[in-house]
């Protein structure tokens, strides 16, 4: 299906797009911070239906398509290193609220949930605030929020929080600056999917502005430590082992966190989804999917 608008309330609207047959457990996929839904690249969505799944991928609040909140101003610096933003400023419950707006507007009483780096932190705090909406959890390179466990190094910051791109070529210098900084290593700058998939988000909406309120938006929301003690979903961790954003150890204390969590660790993997380790990210998400349809699924009486 096209991409689609969907007013999920509160004066949000968010773009999503569908793949694959509607009769099948439903996975939805969040994408990370400042990062558009093209980033589930066609061809991992793909392998994901052809095992049996209909995807869904959206555009987050602040990114691609979905609602600008241009009436905030980006943070500066100092204000996210002191962790005092605009009062306005919304917080990753309010991205889990839209989540489960979205489940609404597609009819959809609940989903498996699948994030990667702040979007496995939006699917943590829908599996905690919003438990019935959550059939299981996939929290793929993310942490708790807790400042001693995969955190950012503040170095990071400015990468990530260039001004806007006066054209194409700047977009792609720009991507491939962040890519460099927090990407799988070994990885070539000028990796042909990579720069399609930058390409494309240019194409679909080259405003960066609000990966800035993103990042407050985590910052603002603390230690989730507590709040991820709630949730109750089936859930597996995935995480590289060379993630230079969120380091393995916020992978393996969000593991500890969650209850009866499974830690997968990818060797060689940073902080991105390369083609080379998308059979097994697949794999380990449809293995996880499977047994928590399966234990969903009532047994017939025996006879």
Not at 106 to 133: K, N
Not at 148 to 174: C, F, S
Not at 208 to 237: E, F, K, N, W
Not at 260 to 286: C, F, K, Q, T, Y
Request: hydrophobic share 40%; charged share 20%.
């Amino acid at each position: 299906m096209a991409e689609q608008l969907h007013d999920v309330g509160r004066g949000v609207t968010i773009c999503a797009e569908t793949f694959g047959d509607p009769s099948d457990p439903p996975l939805l996929l969040l994408m990370g911070l400042g990062m558009q839904m093209v980033r589930w690249h066609e061809t991992f969505v793909e392998r994901l239906t052809d095992r049996g799944l209909f995807v869904i991928r959206c555009d987050n609040r602040d990114s691609g398509r979905s609602t600008y909140f241009s009436d905030v101003p980006p943070p500066r610096l100092a204000q996210l290193a002191r962790r005092r933003f605009d009062p306005r400023q919304y917080r990753l419950t309010d991205m889990a609220a839209d989540t489960a707006g979205l489940l609404d507007a597609l009819g959809l009483d609940s989903a498996h949930v699948a994030g990667a780096s702040m979007g496995g932190m939006i699917a943590q705090t829908l599996a905690a605030e919003h438990p019935r909406r959550v059939r299981s959890l996939v929290s793929i390179m993310s942490n708790t929020g807790s400042r001693w466990h995969g955190q950012p190094a503040l170095k990071t910051y400015p990468v990530l929080l260039k001004r806007p791109a006066r054209d194409l070529d700047a977009y792609l210098a720009q991507q491939v600056l962040v890519h460099g900084a927090v990407g799988s290593p070994g990885l070539p700058a000028d990796d042909p999917l990579f720069l399609e998939i930058a390409r494309r988000s240019y194409g679909r909406n080259p405003d960066l502005t609000g990966t800035g309120r993103q990042l407050a938006a985590i910052l603002a929301s603390g230690d989730r430590t507590r709040q991820l003690h709630r949730i109750s979903a089936p859930t597996l961790v995935i995480h590289g082992d060379r993630d230079r954003m969120i380091a393995l150890s916020g992978g393996r204390a969000t593991a500890r966190a969650i209850p009866g969590a499974e830690l997968h660790v990818i060797p060689g993997m940073g902080h991105d989804l390369p083609r080379e380790n998308w059979p097994e990210v697949i794999d380990s998400i449809v293995h996880h999917v499977r047994g928590a349809e399966a234990a969903r699924t009532p047994r017939s009486p025996a006879p």
